[in-house]
């Protein structure tokens, strides 16, 4: 199973809303990111966990903030987002970081719509 | 800084033909590299992972080349079909980062014409 599973698939939000997105795998894999893609860009990253810990924020909003509740589970919590926020989120998993990273998996996105 | 170039950006071809996709890289000190495709809204799809220490890995009718001494890598995909239209992405992940980092490059959209 090579599968990393996001929810919601689409998600408009308005200004004051507080929303969550949600991923999960259950590759046994120990790192787990977010990334933003905007239209014909490649993918952003947001933040990295590694061992349910955060190891890289790439300066992100602090309207976005990343929890890692286990190792097979990654949540984005978004509030007060901005109209530019809109964007395809993404999640991604590797069996570590650096050296014993191996392949990055993907999943499917969150298409997120802030009005 | 890592910078990482994929050339050309876009690229049309008929079907069947044998096509090269282009990727450069500035640092030499990278940890793997890897190759991806995404459809139109969707997530990136995993094609091949190149290690430091390999030349090449090949999946199908796909074959993908590192050489790192010259920061370059191809992807060769054989007897193109229509179903491979998509954006293909290349990105290495670098011995200078902190937690893993990818760099991706911007793309490059293929279209295959029946």
């Known amino acids: 199973d090579t599968e990393v599973t996001q929810t919601p698939k689409h998600l408009v939000m308005g200004m004051t809303n507080k929303k969550s997105l949600k991923c999960e795998q259950h590759?046994?894999?120990?790192?787990m990111y977010w990334y933003k893609q905007k239209a014909k860009k490649p993918p952003e990253l947001m933040f990295v966990?590694?061992?349910?810990?955060?190891?890289i924020n790439e300066s992100v909003p602090s309207r976005f903030s990343p929890e890692c509740p286990n190792s097979s589970l990654l949540n984005l919590h978004l509030h007060a987002l901005q109209p530019e926020d809109s964007a395809l989120y993404l999640c991604?998993?590797?069996f570590g970081t650096g050296s014993g990273t191996g392949e990055l998996f993907f999943g499917e996105g969150s298409r997120l719509t802030v009005l | 800084k890592q910078e990482v170039t994929q050339i050309p950006a876009a690229l049309s071809v008929p079907e069947g033909e044998n096509l090269v996709l282009n990727c450069s890289f500035t640092?030499?000190?990278?940890?793997?590299l890897q190759w991806f495709r995404q459809d139109p809204g969707k997530g990136l799809t995993s094609l091949l992972l190149?290690?430091?220490?390999?030349r090449e890995q090949t999946s199908g009718r796909l074959n993908a080349s590192l050489d790192k001494s010259s920061g370059r890598s191809t992807l060769y995909i054989a007897a193109s079909q229509p179903g491979d239209s998509a954006t293909y992405l290349c990105?290495?992940?670098?011995?200078?980062?902190?937690?893993?980092?990818?760099?991706f490059g911007q793309g490059t959209e293929l279209s295959v014409k029946p």
């Open positions: 590759m046994g894999h120990r790192a």
């Open positions: 966990y590694s061992y349910e810990k955060l190891s």
């Open positions: 190149i290690q430091s220490s390999q």
């Open positions: 991604a998993s590797s």
């Open positions: 640092d030499s000190a990278i940890y793997n």
């Open positions: 990105a290495v992940r670098g011995r200078d980062n902190q937690g893993g980092k990818l760099i």
